[in-house]
């Protein structure tokens, strides 16, 4: 009887923080959804202003500098949007050397999941020693797209990370859109190694062109979905407590 | 457990694929009529001289005599001379005679080049320009066997026309032209190492005999230079002194020559970088050609018309006028136009037809083969077949006006005659690229229905085992229809078509079984789910994968770059693992007892465990990307991959390699790989206990597998040796190039031979307290166990199997030699190597099969096998930390049920093998070397030598299909990691640690599971073989279809053919396994009861 009437009061419960969380879910998406929007549009920013400011800029030509203006937009824009809307784990020191601390602990991860990214694309068959660069601006650009993004919302915490990416990990809808445009970003440079071999001849074939193009619009269609996505399944997300 | 049904079904699904295949390889692969005449001197009676009455054999030839010299492989390059190039490359600039007597005497000689029609193997060139038709595919599986040509050729024409042919040199001719030689003297070819015994005997006959009289042709066949090729590429000194020795040898035929000799030096193919033929790239079909005489042989100077590329065809008809013989009937060639006169010019030139009369007998050869052709067989289109008869009408209206009129044949009839026979020539060439729809569609319903089936039996295995007799309908079926069919086609058209009685009888009993399994499902699933395995996990994304891999085959690129695409989805499909199993939360401990779950719904495992396991996982992983990284350095390259490639410096001979000191870390490189495998498996075996029974399987274990590898580490040794370094010793080495591998392969034949004899590695210990008896043979006490009398034989096995085990156990913790037995009553007897008793015998076998594989293989692949064992151990080891890890969410292993993913990774692990140990999926890269393993002399037979290529070939498949049920038995053996250490638990949890011995407890679960990977591991082979059936009808009009769809296809079916026999075989051995651990514990049931 007692575990009834517990049940019965859970179910209560969960029914009213469901009702009284939709309108907060709305404003919550809306701001997702419009944080996406600017920073898919730094993005074309990024494709667009140097094409205008410099001569001889094009995508495929002078490719790692696009890949690096995009790199570093994205990376300034996701910084600051994280910081305005102040999603960041809440900290429980506010001391200077605390914060220093993590901030050279965010380089050191960025730079290590760099190593890591170059490391896995080269098992993946990239070439070792020649176009090194190359390979390593697509690390570079892949971290942007991923590791940045966890470092924004969850800080220098490898196990946090870990965990944000299980089935049940997610505990917001920022976790949520993490996992999505983080799978869509690798998911993206992983089908865009396919056309490689391909006997096309295309400009757009040439390592690691079709990778970081095939990230690129990973990310984007990611950053696309992933307000949609959560506004469709509102109903079935239910986020733990922290 | 069902041993017999397990099989029966085995064989029938793999039966099936066979039929399938072999229908549709029936209709693909192309197939040519022969025309069995002979052409005959009235068939080339000239109109005009039918009036004067002078038959043409008769009439004064052109050219009493010839000598053709046949340079194999003598490449267009080769015979090229270019006076400014400074530093020629070995092959370069040998053969300066050839430019020399061009620039001398231009109107005696001129040089050409030869282009060869693919396939450009030896043999069929030879029947090539000696028939002067076109080859079809299918001819070049006949390399083995070169059995007697029956078309009409040149040889025969000869032999007709009273010519007295000689012949030496390579004894394929006396293979393809038996008894029709004036005389012969053959010196054997196979030996590819051999580069002087062929060359040799021909210089010391060849000049005595062009001094005698008793010889109108004579035929050389020099193979100095394809073996050459073959042994060291053409990049090498040795082909430079080749060479050069071959200037020498035209030279000097050239000042034996006479006014009425003809000399002809041609090559019958090119090689490519590599010194490999048997492809269609320009380097290997543009061949030389070189026409001398020291009468004037070119009545016009040279002029821009006159063609310098000239179809090895051409040759046949050209010689046959020059030599006044008619024209093979069956030859589709053109005559050389530039070494006729033109008209009116005839009589200045001593005999023989001009340029129209040489035309017009050709285009009436050429036109009646066409004829008798078209009468034979219905695969030239009717549409082309009359245009081709309106154009010979208005050719022969045109030339026989002009004869009666008297005047010369113009330009213009001269041209349209060339038109005719090129485009006859065309009509061939594409027709005989004909195909049998039907039954290639046939063929492609079979093997989708039998992918069909396969995933229907491993949905369905334990139902279908557990009904037992599922399989006599179908298989009875099966038979009556094809006896209907067979009678049928008896009745109505006379003979029996084998294909259509064998695809009937597998589509009926298909379809059949399919029928009866839908309706039992339907069933089921109305009744109760119990049927239902496990749902499936990873099948998604290994499904995906197998899916890329399917659409992979059907895009040229991808066949071509096929080596590293396998091992992207391979990598891909290997890191997705981990990702999956944290998505599910599984990979890392729950971070505290959660106390809202309600205990005891799920098992569970300690904290502990799962870091643990984890951390086996990724570590394996680790293992898998380093070897799969590693392994690309192995890979050899195709010709299409042109220069962006870099063949693997693992694939030449240790004898190829020059420098001492790289051969020397090559050859250390190989003996510590060597080493690593056998010890690798040695130490696994010591591991779980399973070297110390006194059985023969451990005989095999202990001394035949280290003793094997030693004699492979000393064959290498002697055949990596310098050709000229130890003279004194040349008897020896040769001796021992035959015997040291003959021994290894005896010693593995005896390894395995016992390890069929007596496949148990189990010893079973009875303690005394007192102390431990060390042999088997003392006598022991009697054991007490715990099972008492009163109960079944079953319940007392029951027993046993844990308290044995658990001994075991203890015994691989504390040694063999302490054991605390007797202290609480327990009983004292140990069984070592109990838990593995059914891994360790087909390890063994897989080791011991896979040293036999390697001796086979140039020497410094021996890395790659041992890339290829520790994958396959990083792959199992995966396998078996996700199944400990997915059981948290549920009984996974009780079923014994291997997932989709790790039967798609194995079978991708094989492929990518096949690629990593050197083999492409063409023709030329096939490693005829391996032939010569302990056969250093060649062989006298075909049927050892193809095997042991075969063998050689598919060694990665053999290897990873015979250890596939490995993969069943690796979760089992890797139980005891967790509970070894958690046995503090007591006696309770020691009735988990039994290994093995689970699957003996439930031998209904143990079969089924055994038919479901097998017929798993079929389907994901047979998904593949499909994938490339389906780019070979699809793409048969594809410019890359010979090049690439048709040997993919072939190199896959074969792959599948081989690759299912050796699952049978895996199979079977753990059915043997299974039978003998039967009989053992029959054996000890009646001492416990005593």
């Given at each position: 009887m007692n575990y009834q009437l517990n049940l019965f009061s859970t179910y209560i419960y969960v029914c009213f923080s469901r009702i009284s969380s939709l309108s907060m879910w709305d404003t919550e998406i809306r701001g997702m959804a419009s944080a996406h929007a600017i920073i898919a549009s730094s993005i074309f920013m990024a494709t667009i202003l140097p094409a205008i400011?410099?001569?001889?800029?094009s995508v495929y030509g002078s490719h790692l500098v696009w890949l690096y203006s995009v790199a570093g937009s994205v990376a300034v824009v996701n910084i600051a949007v994280f910081w305005l809307l102040g999603i960041s784990p809440p900290t429980k020191r506010h001391t200077l050397s605390h914060k220093v601390s993590k901030l050279v602990r965010s380089c050191l991860y960025f730079l290590l999941s760099c190593l890591f990214f170059h490391t896995v694309v080269v098992l993946y068959?990239?070439?070792?020693?020649?176009?090194a660069l190359e390979t390593f601006s697509l690390a570079v650009l892949l971290s942007t797209m991923t590791t940045l993004r966890c470092l924004c919302m969850l800080g220098p915490n490898v196990q946090a990370w870990i965990r944000v990416f299980?089935?049940?990990?997610?505990?917001s809808v920022w976790d949520t859109s993490l996992q999505i445009t983080t799978g869509c970003s690798v998911l993206g440079a992983w089908l865009g190694a396919?056309?490689?071999?391909?006997?096309?001849?295309?400009?757009?074939?040439v390592w690691p062109i079709s990778c970081t193009l095939g990230s690129t619009v990973g990310f984007l269609t990611g950053l696309l979905v992933a307000p949609v996505w959560i506004h469709w399944h509102r109903k079935q997300l239910i986020y733990k407590s922290k | 457990m069902k041993r017999l049904p397990v099989l029966a079904f085995l064989v029938w699904v793999c039966a099936l694929f066979y039929v399938g295949i072999f229908l549709f390889v029936g209709g693909f692969l192309l197939v040519r009529l022969e025309v069995n005449r002979t052409s005959t001197c009235?068939?080339?009676?000239?109109p005009s001289s039918a009036g004067s009455g002078s038959d043409f054999c008769h009439a004064q030839p052109r050219f009493r005599r010839a000598v053709v010299l046949i340079i194999d492989a003598l490449k267009a390059d080769f015979a090229r001379y270019d006076?400014?190039?400074?530093?020629?490359?070995?092959?370069?600039?040998?053969?300066?005679v050839l430019d020399e007597l061009v620039a001398s005497r231009p109107a005696h000689g001129r040089l050409f080049t030869f282009q060869a029609d693919p396939p450009t193997t030896t043999m069929q060139r030879i029947k090539g320009f000696t028939t002067g038709s076109l080859p079809t595919?299918?001819?070049?599986?006949?390399n083995f066997a070169s059995s007697a040509i029956l078309e009409d050729n040149l040889i025969h024409q000869l032999g007709q026309a009273g010519k007295r042919v000689v012949f030496m040199g390579d004894d394929t001719w006396e293979n393809l032209f038996?008894?029709?030689?004036?005389r012969s003297l053959p010196f054997p070819?196979?030996?590819?190492?051999?580069?002087?015994t062929v060359d040799n005997g021909i210089l010391q006959h060849i000049y005595p005999t062009m001094k005698?009289?008793?010889?109108?042709v004579l035929i050389a066949h020099f193979l100095g230079v394809d073996h050459c090729g073959h042994r060291?590429?053409?990049?090498?000194?040795a082909m430079a002194d080749k060479l050069t020795q071959m200037n020498g040898v035209i030279r000097s035929v050239v000042e034996h020559l006479q006014n009425d000799t003809l000399l002809v030096v041609m090559g019958d193919h090119g090689m490519t970088d590599?010194?490999?033929?048997?492809?269609?790239?320009p380097k290997e079909t543009e061949a030389a050609l070189f026409l001398y005489s020291p009468?004037?042989?070119?009545?016009?100077p040279e002029t821009k018309?006159?063609?310098t590329v000239v179809p090895q065809t051409d040759l046949v008809p050209t010689l046959a006028l020059l030599l006044g013989v008619p024209i093979p009937y069956s030859s589709v060639g053109q005559v050389l136009l530039p070494l006729f006169p033109l008209p009116g010019q005839a009589?200045?030139?001593?005999?023989g037809p001009d340029r129209a009369e040489a035309l017009w007998i050709n285009v009436k050869q050429v036109n009646r083969f066409l004829e008798t052709y078209s009468s034979m067989a219905k695969d030239i289109p009717p549409d082309r077949l009359s245009e081709l008869q309106a154009a010979f009408a208005r050719v022969s209206a045109a030339y026989l006006s002009a004869l009666h009129q008297g005047e010369p044949a113009s330009p213009e009839l001269i041209r349209s005659m060339q038109a005719y026979l090129s485009s006859v020539r065309d009509t061939c060439r594409a027709s005989w690229a004909r195909f049998h729809p039907v039954k290639m569609a046939a063929g492609l319903v079979l093997l989708a229905g039998a992918c069909l089936l396969c995933y229907v039996l491993s949905e369905l295995s334990s139902a279908v085992l557990a009904e037992g007799g599922v399989l006599r309908a179908p298989l009875v079926v099966g038979l009556c229809v094809a006896g209907c069919v067979a009678v049928a086609q008896l009745s109505s058209?006379?003979?029996?078509d084998v294909h259509w009685c064998l695809a009937a009888a597998a589509a009926s009993s298909e379809v059949l079984f399919l029928w009866r399994n839908c309706r039992r499902s339907n069933r089921s699933s109305s009744s109760s789910q119990?049927?239902?395995?496990?749902p499936p996990r990873l099948l998604s994304a290994a499904l995906v994968v197998l899916l890329l891999r399917c659409a992979s085959l059907l895009s040229d690129s991808y066949v071509i770059a096929e080596g590293r695409a396998v091992t992207f989805l391979l990598c891909s499909l290997g890191l997705y693992v981990p990702l999956r199993l944290n998505w599910d939360g599984?990979?890392?401990?729950?971070?505290?007892?959660?106390?809202?779950k309600p205990p005891g719904a799920l098992p569970g495992l300690p904290a502990w465990v799962v870091r643990r396991e984890g951390a086996a996982l990724c570590l394996s992983l680790c293992v898998l990307v380093g070897s799969l990284y590693l392994s690309l350095a192995m890979h050899a390259c195709r010709e299409?991959?042109?220069?962006?490639c870099q063949p693997s410096?693992?694939?030449?001979?240790?004898?190829?390699?020059?420098d001492s000191r790289l051969r020397n870390m090559h050859y250390l490189l190989s003996v510590a790989a060597l080493a690593g495998w056998t010890h690798l498996l040695y130490r696994w075996l010591r591991h779980y206990g399973n070297?110390?029974?006194?059985g023969v399987a451990v005989v095999a274990a202990r001394w035949l597998l280290p003793g094997a590898a030693v004699l492979t580490g000393l064959h290498w040794a002697v055949g990596s040796?310098?050709?000229?370094?130890f003279r004194g010793l040349a008897e020896l080495i040769r001796l021992a190039q035959s015997a040291l591998p003959r021994a290894a392969c005896a010693v593995l034949g005896l390894g395995a031979a016992l390890l069929w004899l007596d496949p148990l590695t189990v010893f079973l210990k009875h303690r005394a307290p007192a102390g431990p008896?060390?042999?088997?043979?003392a006598p022991p006490p009697p054991p007490s166990y715990?099972?008492?009398?009163?109960?079944?034989p079953q319940a007392e096995l029951h027993h046993l199997i844990p308290q044995l085990y658990q001994r075991i156990r203890r015994s691989l913790e504390d040694?063999?030699?302490?054991?605390?037995?007797g202290e609480d009553g327990r009983p004292a007897v140990e069984a070592y190597g109990l838990g593995t008793v059914y891994s360790a015998p087909l390890l063994l076998f897989a080791g011991l099969l896979g040293l036999g594989l390697l001796l086979l293989?140039?020497?410094?692949m021996a890395p790659a096998f041992l890339l290829l064992l520790l994958e396959a151990a990083a792959l199992l080891h995966i396998h078996a930390a996700c199944s400990t890890l997915y059981s948290q969410q549920g009984?996974?292993?009780?079923?014994?049920s291997v997932p989709w993913a790790p039967v798609v990774l194995w079978s991708l692990a094989a492929t990518q093998f096949f690629h990593a140990?050197?083999?492409?999926?063409?023709?030329?890269?096939?490693?005829?070397?391996?032939?010569?393993?302990?056969f250093p002399d060649g062989h006298t037979g075909t049927l050892l030598p193809a095997t042991l290529v075969t063998l050689n070939t598919f060694s990665a498949h053999i290897l990873f299909a015979v250890a596939c049920p490995l993969l069943l038995f690796w979760p089992l053996v890797c139980e005891v990691r967790w509970n070894r250490s958690g046995r503090?638990?007591?006696?309770?949890?020691?009735?988990?640690?039994?290994m093995e011995m689970r699957l003996r407890e439930n031998p209904q679960q143990f079969s089924s599971a055994l038919l479901q990977l097998a017929v798993r591991y079929l389907l994901v082979s047979g998904a593949q073989v499909l994938a490339s059936v389906c780019a070979a009808a699809v793409l048969r009009?594809?410019?890359m279809v010979w090049q690439v769809f048709a040997p993919k296809l072939m190199f896959e079916a074969s792959g599948f053919v081989v690759g299912s026999v050796c699952l049978l075989l895996g199979v079977t051995l753990i059915l043997r396994v299974d039978m003998a651990v039967s009989g053992w514990f029959k054996r000890l049931l009646p001492d416990t009861s005593r």
């Open positions: 400011l410099l001569e001889k800029f068959g990239a070439p070792l020693l020649e176009s299980s089935r049940d990990g997610a505990m396919f056309p490689i071999p391909l006997d096309w001849d295309r400009p757009w074939q | 009235e068939d080339v009676l000239l006076p400014s190039n400074l530093s020629p490359r070995p092959y370069e600039n040998k053969l300066p595919f299918i001819d070049v599986g006949n038996p008894k029709k030689f004036h070819s196979f030996n590819v190492k051999d580069l002087h005698g009289d008793d010889w109108d060291y590429g053409p990049d090498h000194p590599t010194g490999d033929h048997g492809g269609e790239s009468s004037p042989l070119f009545p016009a018309a006159d063609p009589e200045g030139q001593g005999g058209q006379g003979y029996v119990k049927g239902r395995v496990a599984l990979l890392l401990p729950p971070p505290a007892p959660d106390s809202q299409e991959q042109g220069g962006t410096p693992f694939l030449s001979p240790l004898a190829r390699v020059q070297l110390n029974s006194p040796a310098p050709e000229d370094a008896h060390r042999a088997a043979s715990r099972a008492s009398i009163g109960i079944s040694g063999p030699a302490e054991g605390g037995a293989h140039p020497e410094s009984d996974y292993s009780k079923a014994f140990t050197g083999h492409l999926p063409t023709f030329p890269s096939l490693q005829w070397g391996a032939a010569f393993v302990g503090s638990g007591g006696g309770e949890e020691s009735e988990d640690v039994i009009r594809h410019l």
